[in-house]
């Protein structure tokens, strides 16, 4: 068996054993849970604690927030807190500790709309404009590993983008492109 393959069963399974023990939309008791960003766009780094001692740090949270709002217009919105539950266990899933690449997360109905006339495939309803989408790479974890795990927790929509390498992660309703 290749390795690629042998480690996405690995994932798979443990994908499995993670679903067993938790609910969507629930927030875990853990000890705390760490992201790492890096913005394409804007070249900022982001390393932080958003969830420690069993609730959400609110300074973290309004931190990501700004980090990931809309770097065309400056605009910021509130990230559902379960999109970030979400990535963090998919990173923990891969057992990566890489950091994750932003593309595109918060979008203004402004940036959205421009999107959409310049170039086909923006949903004109776009779960970036909700807060609860990013487009990423993680650094150490190939983008169709990254797509699979993702796929595989059924917690939202994913969409891959081979062409542009990145892949796209919402807590909206389960679906795939």
Not at 47 to 55: A, G, L, P, R, S
Not at 107 to 124: C, D, F, I
């Amino acid at each position: 068996m290749h390795p690629l393959q042998q480690r996405i069963l690995i994932c798979l399974f443990s994908i499995g054993l993670l679903a067993t023990t938790t609910q969507p939309g629930n927030a875990r008791a853990l000890d705390a849970r760490q992201l790492s960003f890096y913005h394409t766009h804007t070249e900022e780094r982001l390393d932080i604690v958003y969830f420690e001692n069993d609730e959400y740090v609110d300074s973290a949270l309004e931190e990501i927030n700004h980090f990931l709002r809309d770097f065309r217009t400056g605009d910021v919105t509130v990230m559902d807190p379960g999109l970030l539950d979400l990535i963090y266990d998919i990173r923990e899933t891969l057992e990566s500790n890489g950091t994750y690449e932003v593309i595109s997360a918060y979008r203004s109905p402004k940036t959205n709309e421009m999107l959409r006339t310049r170039r086909g495939g923006v949903a004109r309803n776009s779960q970036h404009l909700l807060g609860t989408a990013i487009d990423v790479r993680l650094e150490d974890i190939p983008i169709e590993v990254l797509r699979d795990t993702a796929l595989a927790m059924r917690r939202g929509g994913v969409g891959f983008y081979r062409k542009a390498d990145f892949v796209h992660i919402d807590t909206g309703r389960v679906r795939r492109w």
